[in-house]
């Protein structure tokens, strides 16, 4: 069965440490580390150091993070974004984490053909500077006009720049709010069997399709699960289930901790009954 977790950030007020604590506490032994702790530990001081040490500190409690996510705001279409990005590559490698979610945005004021040359070209530097390491590149569906929005548009982008530690990240929440008239649409099963094997990391959420609400699947939101879960198990995904709920944080601590209880025995249910 897969291995579940909550993106680190569902508890934002804690230190990653203490993120980890509450994680164990309510039977999660994983987590994506979330761009917010990582920052955290970028303003610690040097990557490599602070990164080495949350993995022994995650180690000694029996706790991991195969996923985390680079710089959420990064524009990959910057000419500074490659030095901006190397921290957080370093940070990831030392902390152990396999798959680094990385949004491909940026350069809405280019040309779509220069727009698409400058991504891949960091991206080629960017696998450049990691390759021989553990840690792939997961480029995450977005939601825009100059954005990868569905796999079609993501396995483009990878085979342009080589493919070598580039990989596919699934938001759910994202591809749910385009719209089944645009000619980019394409259902959670289709993006899943599209991806293929280089689906490598995912962001379990759910919405009404009027926002992107974050929430638990199961709630107000109308997402087809039994799709998104018989399409993994026909994928063979092996990787993380990763929830990335920030609509639900906005509640009192120990409603928190109530609240991960049921998405753990949630998750149980949608990995043995939806698949």
């Known amino acids: 069965m897969l291995e579940t977790s909550v993106w680190s950030s569902y508890?934002?007020?804690?230190?990653?440490?203490?993120?980890?604590?509450?994680?164990?506490?309510?039977?999660?032994?994983?987590?994506e580390l979330s761009d917010e702790h990582g920052k955290m530990l970028l303003d610690r001081g040097d990557p490599e150091k602070e990164g080495a040490k949350l993995k022994r500190f995650a180690?000694?409690?029996?706790?991991?993070?195969?996923?985390?996510?680079?710089?959420?705001?990064?524009?990959?279409?910057?000419?500074?974004?490659?030095?901006?990005?190397?921290?957080?590559?370093?940070?990831?490698?030392?902390?152990?984490?396999?798959?680094?979610?990385?949004?491909?945005?940026?350069?809405?004021?280019?040309?779509?053909?220069r727009r698409f040359e400058r991504?891949?070209?960091?991206?080629r530097q960017l696998c450049e500077y990691i390759k021989g390491s553990c840690l792939t590149i997961c480029l995450e569906n977005l939601r825009g006009d100059t954005v990868p929005v569905n796999a079609s548009e993501?396995?483009?982008?990878?085979?342009?720049?080589?493919?070598?530690?580039l990989g596919i990240c699934l938001d759910t929440g994202h591809l749910n709010l385009i719209s089944p008239d645009s000619p980019r649409y394409q259902t959670q099963g289709d993006?899943?069997?599209?991806?293929?094997?280089r689906l490598m990391a995912l962001h379990i959420a759910d919405n009404d399709t009027t926002s992107d609400m974050h929430l638990l699947p199961y709630g107000r939101?109308?997402?087809?699960?039994?799709?998104?879960?018989?399409?993994?198990?026909?994928?063979?995904?092996?990787?993380?289930?990763?929830?990335?709920?920030?609509?639900?944080r906005r509640i009192p601590m120990p409603v928190k901790f109530m609240k991960l209880h049921y998405a753990r025995q949630m998750c149980s249910f949608m990995l043995e009954s939806e698949g």
């Open 221 to 248: 939101g109308n997402i087809d699960w039994k799709d998104v879960m018989s399409s993994l198990k026909e994928c063979g995904y092996s990787h993380l289930f990763n929830l990335e709920i920030p609509g639900e």
């Open 59 to 113: 180690e000694e409690r029996e706790f991991y993070f195969p996923q985390g996510h680079l710089l959420l705001r990064a524009d990959i279409c910057a000419e500074d974004s490659v030095e901006t990005l190397k921290p957080w590559l370093d940070l990831f490698c030392a902390v152990g984490i396999k798959s680094g979610v990385l949004h491909a945005a940026g350069g809405a004021d280019m040309t779509a053909e």
């Open 154 to 165: 993501l396995n483009e982008l990878i085979d342009a720049a080589g493919g070598e530690h």
């Open 119 to 123: 991504r891949v070209e960091t991206l």
């Open 191 to 197: 993006f899943i069997r599209e991806a293929g094997e």
């Open 11 to 31: 508890f934002i007020e804690l230190s990653p440490e203490e993120a980890i604590n509450a994680f164990l506490s309510c039977g999660f032994c994983r987590s």
